[in-house]
């Protein structure tokens, strides 16, 4: 396990590219944020959360759902947040990456 943390300082946020290019060589990054990039992505949703607004209606790339409430109706897989297994096992079977 490792993770990198910057603070910016003042400086522009980086690029989610220029960021991927320092973790190469790499199987599986986690990203928080970047929300708008074009990577396949579990949206996070949380009752106490300012904007409830679900993005994955108007994102392809979301490829799946963790909340801390019950969802229903939805076509992509729903985990519960804290579900850590299923979700780390839904990211295997995307990836195709195994343990």
Known sequence: ??????????????????ILSRLAPS????????????HKKIETRRLEAKDLTPLSAGDPHIVAIASDFPIAG???P??????????ADFIERATGLSR
């Open 78 to 87: 729903v985990f519960d947040l804290d579900d850590t297994n299923s979700i």
């Open 1 to 18: 396990r490792w993770a990198l943390m910057h603070e910016l300082r003042g400086e522009d946020e980086p690029t989610l590219d220029a």
């Open 27 to 38: 199987d599986i990054v986690l990203v928080e944020g970047y929300k708008r990039e074009a």
């Open 74 to 76: 939805e076509d992509l």
